[in-house]
């Protein structure tokens, strides 16, 4: 794991952007692993500039959702399809059908992650994983727990999470109670791993991941083991690491 320490928000977007740039530079057709929440907005407003600009080019790119909520929609506004329509899609020339992503209001979810397990493995799987981390250290939606859980699954969220998502939608009930989250080993087989963190409240999580003990109750304390791991964070959400990562 490698650590990148920058002074602000938009410079570790800035520096997120260049990293996904470079990796669609050397293989167009990448597979792309894809998370959402609050962390990667200025990233994906960077790539849709610099898609706008020709500096990039997304028409063989393929994009895999790390996550989605049970029961809501592609149309609803606070489904992460939707997220990913509005903050990335719709400002990159991105073919419909590169866009894969869990059913939320599949009638069969245990189906449904078989389903879209398969859909990565047919892919030969991620070539870029980019994720966010939770006040909790989970990433994706692979919540703390006594195991960790190696493939697509169905998630109770912790109320922790639902705590920190109840911000989105109007009422705090209507948060939603279960999700789909590609599994640790869905993650964890991505050949590159961009990990991006930002603000006072991730400290404790980026602590946990980057220097705690290896363990599912801190669930991104696994990227310690991949071989090609790149933690981007700013100083806020860096500010208990050790003397070295600064």
């Known amino acids: 794991m490698k650590v990148r320490i920058t002074d602000t928000y938009e410079d570790m977007s800035e520096a997120a952007a260049e990293f996904v740039i470079d990796q669609i530079r050397h293989k167009p057709n990448s597979v792309i692993g894809l998370a959402a929440g609050a962390t990667p907005l200025l990233l994906y407003q960077k790539l849709?500039?610099?898609?706008a600009a020709g500096t990039v080019n997304f028409a063989r790119?393929?994009?895999f959702s790390l996550d989605e909520y049970i029961g809501l929609?592609?149309?609803?506004?606070?489904s992460f399809h939707f997220y990913f329509q509005h903050n990335l899609?719709?400002?990159?020339?991105?073919?419909?059908?590169?866009?894969?992503a869990p059913d939320g209001m599949a009638a069969d979810v245990a189906a449904e992650c078989a389903r879209y397990g398969a859909?990565?493995?047919?892919?030969d799987g991620i070539d870029l994983m980019i994720l966010g981390i939770g006040p909790n250290a989970h990433i994706g939606f692979n919540e703390p727990g006594p195991s960790f859980v190696p493939e697509t699954h169905v998630v109770e969220l912790s109320e922790a999470t639902r705590a920190a998502n109840a911000r989105f939608f109007e009422t705090p009930e209507d948060t939603p109670y279960w999700a789909i989250s590609m599994g640790i080993r869905d993650i964890m087989f991505a050949q590159n791993i961009l990990l991006l963190a930002s603000g006072a409240g991730k400290t404790g999580a980026l602590m946990q991941a980057v220097c705690g003990d290896i363990t599912p109750e801190?669930?991104?304390?696994?990227?310690?083991l991949h071989r090609n791991a790149l933690v981007l964070a700013d100083r806020s959400a860096a500010a208990r690491l050790p003397e070295k990562y600064k």
């Open 48 to 51: 849709g500039e610099a898609c």
């Open 61 to 63: 790119v393929r994009t």
């Open 73 to 78: 929609g592609p149309e609803h506004p606070q």
């Open 89 to 100: 899609f719709d400002h990159v020339n991105i073919h419909e059908d590169h866009v894969l």
């Open 119 to 123: 859909a990565i493995e047919a892919v």
């Open 218 to 224: 801190a669930p991104a304390s696994v990227l310690q």
